[in-house]
């Protein structure tokens, strides 16, 4: 397999003069065609990706919640919910991860 890599990048660094394409597009070019036969897997690993980035987001929002009106206030109630609910969201965002 790192045989393959390192060859994938001598490939991709070469620069024909008479090639109208920079290196950034010819890696594109090589990246979606290697790709093109698991597309699947792809769109689930950018899927995956991007609910992990918005749970990082959500949990600072909910922890600024907790201590600027949840506490305050003693509601004990939504306390318990929003805490049930981080620790759902702590389990779906890790078992994203091990996908």
């Known amino acids: ?7 994938t990048l001598k490939v991709v660094s070469v620069h024909h003069p008479d090639n ?4 950034g597009d010819a890696m594109i070019k090589q990246f979606i065609h290697y ?5 699947g897997l ?4 950018m899927i995956a990706a991007t609910l992990i980035a918005m749970s990082d987001l959500i949990f600072p929002q909910i922890t ?3 201590i ?8 004990l109630e939504l306390m318990i919910r929003l805490s049930i609910a981080m620790a759902i969201l ?4 890790f ?3 091990i996908l």
């Open 1 to 7: 397999m790192r045989s393959v890599f390192f060859k």
């Open 20 to 23: 109208n394409m920079n290196e």
């Open 35 to 39: 790709y093109k036969p698991h597309k």
């Open 42 to 45: 792809f769109f689930l690993d």
């Open 64 to 66: 600024r919640k907790f």
């Open 68 to 75: 600027n009106e949840i506490i305050p206030d003693r509601n």
């Open 90 to 93: 702590y389990v779906v965002r």
């Open 95 to 97: 078992s994203l991860i």
